[in-house]
């Protein structure tokens, strides 16, 4: 198969260190999948890395965090465009910031790329870097800064499905499917792009793009729960998706 080529950017504040060990968890993917990571700009990128602002996610919980957002205009849909923020420290209980060792930052990158790469979920059980639990996301960071391969099964699973193949339906209750196609409807009558689609393993958004870089968003809450009970999923829309609906002029 033919590499896939991404044009990815890292931190423009990264250390040599920091610089060598994102460079050695670019590699492990591209050694896993039919990926190929070519370096650019920021602005150039689908694929940004950067270093989390002070602030951003919980501290105490999270070492990363990402966004792809998903463009449901083409043909089969592709990500557009994810960002990865990592953090170079986390808090302990008495908020005191504990720099990330060398195999919880490459363990930590490894995890969020796999979401950057297309995979919004967590894998349960087994050995996989994709999984929730932080100490085994270190010790696949310590295995890969040895030289071991990244074991992401499900990863590559997902990139043996044909890019826009239908896994399985929801149902929309009336409710949510008139909000869809009403928002849907006030975004091509004045003229914004979409829609765009960011999942997580819980919570999603389907959103249009807004003048002055808004997004006019349905969020899914709790999607994973709808698929046991398609009448209890919710789409909320956000301020600006709401003012559409009520036929406010955009602000
Ligand atoms: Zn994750």
Same mark, same amino acid.
């Given at each position: ?29 591209e050694v896993a999948l039919p990926v190929r990571f070519e ?44 960002v990865v923020s990592l953090r170079r420290a986390n808090l ?36 996989? #870097?994709?999984? !929730? ?5 270190? =010790?696949?960071? /310590? %295995?890969?800064? +040895?030289?071991?391969? @990244? ?47 960011? #999942?997580?393993? !819980? ?5 249009? =793009?807004?003048? /002055? %870089?808004?997004? +006019?968003?349905?969020? @899914? ?31």
């Amino acid at each position: 198969m033919t590499p896939a080529v991404i044009p990815v950017s890292l931190p423009p504040d990264a250390s040599a260190a920091e610089r060598s060990l994102l460079g050695k968890a670019l590699s492990a993917w591209e050694v896993a999948l039919p990926v190929r990571f070519e370096q650019t700009s920021a602005v150039l990128a689908r694929l940004e890395i950067r270093f989390a602002r002070v602030g951003e996610g919980d501290p105490r919980r999270t070492s990363g965090l990402t966004a792809a957002d998903c463009d449901l205009r083409e043909s089969p849909p592709s990500v557009e465009r994810a960002v990865v923020s990592l953090r170079r420290a986390n808090l302990d209980v008495l908020d005191r910031p504990v720099a990330l060792s060398d195999e919880e930052l490459l363990g930590t990158a490894l995890h969020e790329l796999g979401h950057a790469l297309g995979f919004q979920g967590h894998v349960a059980h087994g050995r996989s #870097v994709m999984v !929730r639990n932080t100490e085994a996301v270190r =010790r696949m960071g /310590r %295995g890969v800064l +040895a030289g071991e391969a @990244l074991r992401a099964p499900s990863v590559q699973a997902l990139y043996r499905v044909p890019s826009g193949a239908i896994v399985g339906r929801i149902a929309l209750a009336s409710g949510p499917a008139r909000r869809l196609v009403d928002l849907a409807e006030v975004a091509s009558v004045r003229g914004w792009p979409g829609p765009w689609v960011r #999942v997580g393993d !819980r919570g999603g958004r389907i959103f249009w =793009r807004s003048p /002055r %870089g808004g997004e +006019a968003a349905l969020q @899914l809450l709790d999607w994973s729960a709808a698929r046991r009970d398609p009448q209890g999923l919710v789409l909320l829309p956000n301020p600006s998706a709401w003012s559409a609906l009520q036929g406010e002029p955009p602000g």
